[in-house]
């Protein structure tokens, strides 16, 4: 049996982990995060928020385009302080998809009603 690609897995995890914090079910995202104990698996959860915060956050105004760029670069002296800790990792990834449900509300209050 082969093993899954690690790639599509993490992004796989992070839309899983969305879905839980879009849903606000916290017992679900804590289950997920808790769930990786391995910090390979937790930085490939970790790629596949960066590039849908990336993606989302380049069809934002330019003020708050820039605004998103900041934060992830403190997300990611986040994650460089935390690269041997799993439980600082695992930090990592929630505020991480805390800044995707931010930039996705920021979509929305865009939006023509």
């Known amino acids: ?3 899954p690609d ?3 897995e993490g992004r796989r995890r992070a839309d899983e982990l969305l879905a839980a ?3 606000a079910d ?3 995202a804590e289950q997920l995060l808790t769930g990786l104990t391995e910090i390979r698996d937790l930085v490939f959860v970790g790629a596949g928020l960066t590039a849908i ?3 989302e956050g380049r069809a934002l105004p330019t003020a708050q385009r820039a605004q998103a760029s900041t934060r ?3 997300l990611g002296q ?3 302080a935390n690269r041997f800790d799993p439980d600082g990792l695992r930090t990592w990834l929630r505020r991480s998809g805390e800044e995707i449900l931010f930039i996705r509300s920021l ?3 865009a939006r023509p009603v």
């Open 1 to 3: 049996m082969t093993s």
């Open 6 to 8: 690690p790639a599509a």
């Open 53 to 55: 915060a990336r993606t």
């Open 72 to 74: 992830q670069l403190q």
């Open 107 to 109: 979509h929305a209050a």
């Open 78 to 80: 986040l994650r460089d």
């Open 26 to 28: 916290d017992d679900a």
């Open 21 to 23: 914090l879009t849903a």
